[in-house]
């Protein structure tokens, strides 16, 4: 009996910790954008919380209270006055706070800024940085931006509408196929947060994640100018050579080699990325050879095929190709 309890209680609380990991929460705001929301939010909960316990108040008076307090409180000017007048001042204010509190992060077209392009996809998202010297570098399922720096994310959508949302860094913006979203983050100190699909956009929904790296200005310079260079060369080129053969090019990519697939995720520097399949598996060999052979388990009606052709020596030698790409 003690033992059913305490699970009880554990499975109430777990829900709460696991929301309240502060990469993704909300209300562990890293920019100025998710602070000015998380200021709302607390706003919001403290002027309903003083609401509500002035209600109760009244309340225990109305029916608890000498009979002189009870007849205050039936007045016809407190009931107009608090009934009516106080509630529709109050919602319109609020309203009108929310309203320009959310509107400020709107960014102008012309705005001069770092641009990232990021497109949803079922159920994953492409991501097109943009070099100093003008070449586009693609890669996926993982933002890097600098810190302290304005970035705008120039968002839309390949299939159906998603909704890409870090709640460290800001609120969340719809992706609609055939039109351009734009948000404006700054990220205020480094570090990692974690980001989510916001809009229900198929059955994979909930697996189409990612992760965002905030590093200082000259670590995050060093790193595109590494993601835009070409594929590193295979130490041990089984698996690259096995890549090829099975087509694997015909949907991705990998830079500098004769995969130039643009169907599925830019694989020319998959190794060296937080996660795989967009947050769902971590990234080491082992999980990638179980999304190449299981993928439709992890990610049902993923557009990717199974492969239950390769042995398990091929599996392991395509995902030693895949890890070291980095
Ligand atoms: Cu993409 Cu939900």
Redesign the pocket.
């Known amino acids: 009996m003690r033992r059913s309890k305490k699970l009880a209680v554990l499975s109430i609380l777990v829900p709460f910790a696991a929301g309240c990991r502060e990469m993704q929460s909300a209300l562990s705001p890293v920019g100025p954008e998710a602070e000015r929301i998380a200021f709302v939010f607390w706003v919001m909960t403290w002027g309903s919380v003083v609401i509500m316990l002035g209600l109760i108040a009244l309340t225990a008076v109305a029916i608890l209270g000498p009979p002189r307090w009870r007849q205050a409180i039936a007045s016809e000017r407190l009931v107009i006055g608090a009934g009516i007048v106080f509630p529709i001042v109050l919602l319109a204010a609020l309203l009108g706070y929310g309203l320009t509190a959310m509107g400020a992060n709107a960014p102008a077209p012309s705005e001069k800024a770092l641009r990232i392009a990021v497109v ?1 996809e ?2 994953w998202w492409r991501v097109t940085y943009q070099t100093p010297d003008g070449r586009r570098v693609e890669s996926a399922n993982e933002l890097r931006i600098p810190v302290g720096q304005p970035v705008i994310l120039e968002l839309t959508a390949a299939d159906v509408i ?2 890409l949302w870090i709640p460290t860094l800001a609120g969340k913006l719809d992706m609609i196929p055939g039109r351009t979203t734009r948000m404006r983050v700054i990220a205020s100190k480094p570090g990692v947060s974690r980001g989510q ?5 198929g059955g994979a ?1 909930a697996l ?1 994640s990612f992760y965002v790296v905030a590093s200082d200005e000259a670590e995050f310079e060093a790193w595109l100018a590494r993601e835009a260079a070409g594929a590193k060369q295979a130490t041990d080129q089984s698996g690259e050579r096995l890549f090829h053969a099975s087509g694997c090019g015909a949907c991705h990519a990998v830079r500098g080699t004769p995969a130039t697939g643009r169907i599925g995720p830019d694989l020319t520097h998959v190794g060296g990325r937080m996660s795989l399949a967009a947050a769902a598996l971590p990234n080491d060999a082992g999980s990638f050879a179980r999304w190449i052979r299981d993928n439709q388990q992890i990610k049902p009606e993923n557009r990717m095929p199974p492969y239950g052709i390769f042995s398990e020596q091929e599996l392991s030698a395509i995902s030693a190709y895949l890890a070291n790409l980095k």
């Open positions: 949803g079922q159920w998603h909704s699909c916001a809009e229900y956009c929904h189409m």
